[in-house]
Antibody, heavy 120, light 108 residues
């Protein structure tokens, strides 16, 4: 079955960087893009960015421009999300999810989520 | 950017019907997708293209979209349906998806 499995929880100090991985299985990796969404404690879902696993094309939310980098590794079917210059308000659960229906896209399935805690 | 408005909470008794709305300017001209998120879990797609159910989602879940409001309807509500529900559309002006603020469904 289609599955996305993310790396484990991270604790970082303000100003540091974090890198979260998302391993895809059960489908042809290069046929879909992967989106990252985060959810701060008690809050809603926030889109961060997307990367094509086919050609590496990227689309980042303006809010994260300059701090966010998405990369793919087709040899391991993994997508990596790196967020730099972390602040306390970056504390959140970060999800990767597969995008379907290009142009009017929806997201299915979702990874289990990775909690990133930013604290001094 | 495009704004989606959901009521923060909806309460319903078991066995009754719950309607969760998602408001947006001319949302009827867009495709609306819905996600269920139980506490401590990742979101799960429960509706796409306004009214299409993914495999494994009960027929009790249905969707509609017209004018300025999209609605996710859950018939014969069960205790297990208690969760947060998020609507989502694609904002063509910014070329990225937008999520509603979420609605917490409480089954009394």
């Amino acid at each position: 079955q289609v599955q996305l499995v993310q790396s484990g929880a991270e604790v970082k100090k303000p100003g540091a960087s974090v890198k979260v991985s998302c391993k895809a299985s059960g489908y042809t990796f290069t046929s879909y893009g992967i989106t990252w969404v985060r959810q701060a404690p008690g809050q809603g879902l926030e889109w961060m960015g997307w990367i094509s696993a086919y050609n590496g094309e990227k689309n980042y939310a303006q809010k994260f421009q300059g701090r966010l980098t998405l990369t793919t590794d087709t040899s391991t079917n993994k997508v990596h999300m790196e967020l730099r210059s972390l602040r306390s308000d970056d504390t959140a659960v970060y999800y990767c999810t597969r995008e379907e229906g290009s142009g009017t896209g929806w997201f299915d399935p979702w990874g289990q989520g990775t909690l990133v805690t930013v604290s001094s | 950017s495009y704004v989606l408005t959901q009521p923060p909470s909806v309460s319903v008794a078991p066995g009754r019907t719950a309607g969760i709305t998602c408001g947006g300017k001319k949302i009827g001209s867009k495709s609306v997708h819905w996600y269920q998120q139980r506490p401590g879990q990742a979101p799960v797609l429960v509706m796409f293209y306004d009214s299409d159910r993914p495999s494994g989602i009960p027929e009790r879940f249905s969707g509609s979209n017209s004018g300025n409001t999209a609605t996710l309807t859950i018939s014969r509500v069960e205790v297990g349906d208690e969760a947060a529900y998020y609507c989502q559309v694609w904002d063509s002006s910014s070329d990225h998806p937008m999520f509603g603020g979420g609605t917490k469904l409480t089954v009394l």
